[in-house]
């Protein structure tokens, strides 16, 4: 009887595995016309934004832009086709719409610390730096000609978070997945404001005088200085003054390698460049991303807007805070996990734990009641062997008397 027990115990079992596993809801389908339909539109508006009217007065400065533009463009396409040919992983669709705020409001600190960061970005750039002491003998590295921006201020938001922001959204869209999309988000915008923050931050620190100085010092080209300590006395515009003396670190560089950076780190993962597969196609791929922010730190040379030393803080910083930011969220690329984010997996595996739990509660219940019942028959045994003794003895019962 204790076999038999034990047997109907195990069917019970797995009686209770198959009753209790949860249903998995299926994905959504996205039809290659959603896809289309946002690569039309992501190309639509950075060329509108950014391609000047008239091509034939384009000058070498634009034409540089307008190749960091299109290698955008490139990275956005390819991206969207590499994600479209993964195959499915994720467990179910996880929703803006089921599972949004609930992941808002688990991130709610998160969310006001951005907006702390984003009012100290704007205290920092409102205060005046310090004005280092420029002498007449220093000017002579510091006499580079004026020139505009070949990449506008305005063109780095673009690149560094708009950017790596729709290829987040493509994603999205494609997988359905929240977790994913709302911490590639909040990991984006830190890696960006912190950059932003300590960038600005050691501008006002060290003030130290941009390449084209002089000029802005001197718009009209005569050098005026104290007589006693020989520093300059600029007869300039204030704000163009003010702006001279923060050129250590490249604000464009850090801000474009703290978007493109985590941009690249976010791709590595999601296409597994680290598969060990040898797939040299998805190492460029990777490469793009860093290889526009490159390009954005060099044209602040090209300009005289920065000395190199400046680019190469600005590309360090800005690196550093994208590789932290992103491993904060997301586990690091070559890992086996590495496509999906922390939460994501912490999710999986509670909802998975309360599973396991029913099942072993409910195995729990059935082995005692197999015990019980075992003990119960094995005590009825017991009586009946004795009362058969009894019934069957009468002889040696007389003797005993």
């Not at 409001?105 to 205290?123: A, N, S």
């Not at 003054?241 to 464009?252: L, Q, R, T």
């Not at 190492?283 to 526009?292: K, M, R």
């Not at 003990?375 to 008397?401: A, C, F, H, K, W």
Request: net charge positive.
């Amino acid at each position: 009887m204790v076999t038999r027990n034990l047997a109907e115990q195990g069917n019970r079992k797995d009686f209770g595995e198959q009753k209790l596993s949860p249903s998995i809801p299926s994905t959504p389908p996205l039809t290659s016309g959603k896809v289309k339909f946002m690569l039309i539109i992501s190309v639509s508006v950075i060329f509108n934004c950014l391609v000047p009217e008239k091509p034939k007065e384009r000058k070498g400065k634009e034409s540089v832009f307008c190749g960091v533009c299109l290698i955008s463009l490139v990275i956005l396409a390819l991206v969207s086709g590499l994600i479209w040919k993964m195959p499915e992983i994720q467990l179910g669709a996880h929703t803006v719409r089921s599972h949004g705020i609930q992941v808002a409001r688990t991130h709610m600190h998160d969310w006001l610390i951005l907006l702390l960061l984003v009012v100290i970005e704007v205290v920092l750039n409102v205060i005046e730096p310090f004005h280092r002491f420029v002498g007449k003998d220093m000017m002579t590295d510091l006499s580079y000609p004026l020139k505009d921006n070949t990449v506008p201020f305005w063109a780095v938001p673009i690149v560094g978070i708009l950017l790596p922001l729709a290829i987040i959204l493509v994603y999205y869209f494609i997988k359905r997945n929240v977790y994913d999309l709302h911490h590639a988000i909040l990991g984006l915008l830190f890696s960006v404001l912190i950059t932003g923050v300590i960038t600005d931050a050691i501008k006002d620190a060290v003030g130290r005088p941009r390449p084209d100085f002089f000029w802005r010092c001197f718009p009209d080209g005569k050098g005026v200085f104290d007589p006693v300590t020989r520093d300059v006395m600029c007869t300039g515009v204030k704000s163009v003054i003010k702006e001279g003396h923060k050129s250590f670190p490249s604000g464009h560089t850090s801000w474009s390698f703290a978007g493109l950076g985590f941009l690249a780190l976010y791709l590595s993962g999601k296409i597994r460049v680290f598969d060990r597969r040898g797939h040299v196609a998805k190492l460029c791929i990777v490469f793009l991303p860093l290889l526009v922010a490159a390009l954005i730190g060099v044209s602040r040379v090209d300009d005289y807007w920065h000395h190199w030393q400046d680019v190469f803080a600005g590309a360090l910083i800005g690196l550093t805070v994208g590789s932290f930011c992103y491993l904060q969220f997301f586990p690091p690329p070559y890992d086996i996990d590495g496509w999906g984010p922390h939460a994501y997996f912490r999710m999986l595996a509670e909802s998975g734990n309360g599973v396991q739990s029913s099942n072993n509660i409910n195995c729990l219940n059935v082995q005692q009641s197999e015990l019980e019942s075992v003990y119960i028959d094995s005590q009825r045994r017991t009586e009946t062997s004795r009362v058969n003794t009894r019934d069957t003895s009468p002889m040696l019962n007389g003797t005993e008397i």
